[in-house]
């Protein structure tokens, strides 16, 4: 039979040994759940750094947009003001022009003009009183063009130019100064809306 001590070691050495496996697993297990938390660690701080990095990407996004539409603005600013100040410098020299000596010169063009307009014949040209003398020079030599200077009080015809029209009325040609500076301004308008907002036209 079995001595008491003999039995008490091989229990002491069964238990020692269960106790040395249960730390064996202990410390594996340890070293898993902190391999698995490293791990996990990890891919958060991979995910935050490319959370990081997709949001410092959208804000340099955003930044350059907004750079760029501001510098958009200011350029379509830039344009506007220039048209504006163009037409401004256009409306003071058409104001000074009928004072010129080249008046009549240009009087004498816009008939010609309006004068294909309205077809061969006879044609009335109306020009404003202070112009008669000037309008009368320019149609010289155009034996089928009748000048009739308008009332004091028509404003028909405010910066200079001539309205021209059939010997019967019906067809009328408007050369005046307002009116072509007009035409000419929905024109560049047009073109600069096409530049800035897409679409056709012959840019700016």
């Given at each position: 039979m079995m001595g008491l001590d003999t039995l008490l070691k091989m229990i002491e050495t069964e238990t020692r040994e269960e106790i040395e496996r249960i730390e064996e697993e202990s410390r594996q297990q340890s070293r898993e759940i902190e391999r698995s938390a490293l791990h996990t660690a990890e891919q958060d701080r991979e995910?935050?750094?490319?959370?990081?990095?997709?949001?410092a990407e959208e804000e340099?996004?955003?930044?350059?947009?907004q750079a760029e539409f501001e510098s958009a603005q200011r350029l379509r600013e830039a344009r506007w003001e220039g048209i504006s100040q163009a037409f401004s410098e256009a409306e003071e020299m058409?104001?000074?022009?009928?004072d010129s000596p080249e008046y009549p010169d240009i009087i004498r063009r816009l008939v010609l003009e309006g004068t294909e307009v309205v077809g061969n014949g006879a044609?009335?040209?109306?020009?404003?009183?202070?112009?008669?003398?000037?309008v009368r020079l320019a149609v010289s030599g155009l034996d089928q063009a009748e000048v009739r200077p308008l009332p004091t009080d028509d404003l028909s015809i405010?910066?200079?130019?001539?309205?021209i029209t059939s010997g019967d009325g019906r067809i009328r040609?408007?050369?005046?100064?307002?009116?072509?500076?007009?035409q000419m301004r929905n024109l560049l308008i047009r073109r600069i809306q096409s530049l800035l907002f897409g679409g056709g036209g012959s840019g700016y």
């Amino acid at each position: 039979m079995m001595g008491l001590d003999t039995l008490l070691k091989m229990i002491e050495t069964e238990t020692r040994e269960e106790i040395e496996r249960i730390e064996e697993e202990s410390r594996q297990q340890s070293r898993e759940i902190e391999r698995s938390a490293l791990h996990t660690a990890e891919q958060d701080r991979e995910k935050i750094e490319q959370e990081g990095r997709r949001q410092a990407e959208e804000e340099r996004r955003l930044l350059l947009l907004q750079a760029e539409f501001e510098s958009a603005q200011r350029l379509r600013e830039a344009r506007w003001e220039g048209i504006s100040q163009a037409f401004s410098e256009a409306e003071e020299m058409f104001a000074t022009l009928a004072d010129s000596p080249e008046y009549p010169d240009i009087i004498r063009r816009l008939v010609l003009e309006g004068t294909e307009v309205v077809g061969n014949g006879a044609v009335l040209v109306y020009c404003r009183t202070k112009d008669e003398e000037a309008v009368r020079l320019a149609v010289s030599g155009l034996d089928q063009a009748e000048v009739r200077p308008l009332p004091t009080d028509d404003l028909s015809i405010i910066s200079g130019g001539v309205i021209i029209t059939s010997g019967d009325g019906r067809i009328r040609c408007d050369q005046t100064f307002d009116t072509r500076l007009d035409q000419m301004r929905n024109l560049l308008i047009r073109r600069i809306q096409s530049l800035l907002f897409g679409g056709g036209g012959s840019g700016y």
